[in-house]
């Protein structure tokens, strides 16, 4: 699909293809789960969407049922060796979705990256080789703000940005922002932080205080729909499917069905 001409757009609409960052340097707070589920969502929808593993933990990759181990090409070739993008991507068992895998080589790949020439811009270089061929590309990123989080900032044209439903919740966001403004001051004018999701929700008041807290905070940027805390969700990824292929009538299916289209719901093109 040609990406279309910002002209085209009536005000407030985005543009096909979208790269969308799943960031938080904060460990655990669900990136991984939810990237790779509203990755599946966006999939059901009928977009076509590739998953970028940016994690030597390669989290995604098994979540979508890929053992990246014995795997010829990763996407640590891709950032490191010159492999080409489109020789690292497999299928997934969901219909529209697939996966460039990662596994533990990337650990080395924060590091690896900082002697090389236009470091911060390797996955948008690959990105941009494949790119035609898909509606979104969602990045997971790693629990950090090093070189891998930088390439995919660097890469993406929005941040989305879940947030764990705990004490703590806030600690470290301010570290993430500016972070975003740096890449977009130096490397990417347009990044900015477009979606934030309460996730691991549950009924205590200390939770419903985060929610209040992140809306008064991000106001609109905040999506409507929480996303519960549920077994289902995390007993997924030993299945190596996301919860909307495990349980798809599970209310964190819903709810993440509903984020997925308040993502797309302001795109200006129909999948294709
Ligand atoms: N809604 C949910 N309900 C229950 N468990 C969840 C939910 N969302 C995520 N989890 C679980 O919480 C753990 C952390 O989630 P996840 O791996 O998505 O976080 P992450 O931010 O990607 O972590 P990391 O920083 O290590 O990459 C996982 O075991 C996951 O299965
Ligand atoms: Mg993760």
Redesign the pocket.
């Known amino acids: 699909m040609a990406p279309q001409s910002t002209s085209d757009l009536s005000p407030g609409e985005i543009a096909l293809p979208r790269v969308i960052a799943?960031a938080?340097q904060?460990?655990?707070?669900?990136?991984?789960?939810?990237?790779i589920t509203v990755a599946a969502c966006l999939a059901e929808l009928e977009y076509r969407v590739l998953v970028v593993d940016l994690?030597p933990?390669g989290?995604?990759s098994t979540?979508l049922g890929i053992n990246a181990r014995d795997l010829d090409a990763t996407i640590y070739d891709v950032l490191l060796r010159g492999e080409k993008l489109e020789n690292c991507i497999e299928p997934t068992a969901v219909k529209n979705l697939f996966v460039a895998p990662a596994n533990l080589d990337l650990a080395g790949a924060d590091i690896e990256l900082v002697p090389e020439m236009g470091r911060e811009q390797r996955l948008k270089k690959a990105i941009d080789t494949v790119i035609d061929q898909y509606d979104y590309v969602i990045l997971?990123c790693?629990?950090s703000l090093g070189l891998l989080t930088v390439n995919g900032l660097t890469a993406a044209t929005e941040v989305f940005v879940?947030i764990?439903c705990e004490y703590f919740a806030l600690e470290g966001l301010g570290q993430l922002l500016r972070s975003v403004d740096r890449v977009s001051q130096v490397l990417n004018p347009t990044l900015e932080v477009r979606h934030i999701a309460c996730?691991?929700?549950t009924h205590t008041t200390l939770a419903d205080d985060v929610v209040r807290e992140v809306r008064e905070h991000f106001g609109d940027k905040v999506c409507k729909t929480v996303?519960?805390?549920?077994?289902?969700?995390?007993?997924?990824?030993s299945h190596g499917k996301p919860?909307t292929s495990f349980d798809p009538s599970s209310a964190?299916s819903k709810a993440y069905r509903e984020i997925a289209k308040e993502i797309s719901g302001g795109t200006s093109n129909r999948p294709r």
Request: aromatic share 6%; net charge positive.
């Open positions: 799943f938080n904060k460990g655990g707070v669900g990136k991984t789960t939810t990237a994690d933990q989290n995604a979540g997971d790693p629990p879940p764990q996730v691991m929700y996303v519960p805390r549920s077994v289902r969700v995390a007993e997924a990824p919860v964190a």
